[in-house]
């Protein structure tokens, strides 16, 4: 059985969850990500997992200081109209702390604005969103929305709009998208999208 810790280490029991479905097909940004105003993403941060080189850096280019959105693109993901759900990410604070989730090519640009440094949500308009302190400095950021009519969507992770001077940097690790009100236990993907089996806890009363 899996067991849930919180982030000072702390045994909290089983971990029991749902069957979920990482719809992001690179969820450890090894691939299939856009790069758009940033430096090639680097595998160079210790992530949440406490593996050297798993997370990576996400660094504006600096290109002619002008201001803009530099970020990072998964096209072409496919769900379902009117249906609940959960983007997220782990995010460590560089020398920039805030981060945006949000949908392109959709019907309604939706997600919102997280500020790490001081754990708060901006949502666009009526999504609801989760910080959640990981340990050595990470946060799982996580929103939540209803989709509309499109069933093929992308999903941006970035800044907001910054001078791009080549000095905006922040950290991440594993991105999910999933079906579902709320983030469960991250799933890795490296080239498909995954499906974690529902947990069955039982104990036998004979």
């Known amino acids: 059985p899996r067991v849930d810790w919180d982030s000072a280490g702390n045994r909290l029991g089983l971990l029991v969850e749902e069957d979920r479905t990482n719809l992001i097909v690179y969820s450890d940004f ?11 993403v680097a595998f160079n941060q ?9 997370a990576i850096t996400l660094q504006d280019n600096g290109a002619g200081g002008s201001s803009g959105n ?6 072409g993901i496919s769900i379902s109209a009117s249906t609940i759900y959960t983007a997220s990410v782990f995010v460590k604070a ?12 959709d019907d309604a640009v939706r ?19 989760t910080i959640q302190n990981v340990g050595n400095g990470w946060y799982r950021c996580a929103v939540t929305w209803t989709s ?8 941006r992770i970035g800044f907001p709009s910054i001078t791009r001077d080549g000095t905006n940097t922040i950290y991440l690790y594993g991105a999910q998208f999933e079906a579902g009100s709320f983030p469960t236990s991250y799933i890795k993907t490296t080239g498909s999208t995954a499906t974690r089996s529902a947990d069955v806890a039982s104990i036998p009363v004979a």
Do not use: H, M
């Open 94 to 105: 560089g020398n920039n702390s805030q981060i945006e989730i949000e949908t392109r090519n």
């Open 148 to 155: 509309g009519a499109d069933t093929s969507i992308a999903l």
């Open 70 to 75: 530099v970020y990072i693109q998964d096209n």
């Open 111 to 129: 997600g919102g604005l997280f500020d790490i440094s001081t754990e708060t949500f901006t949502p666009l308009a009526s999504e609801t969103g």
């Open 46 to 54: 210790t992530g949440p997992d406490g593996v050297a080189n798993s």
């Open 30 to 40: 090894s691939g299939g990500w856009i790069e758009t105003s940033v430096e090639p």
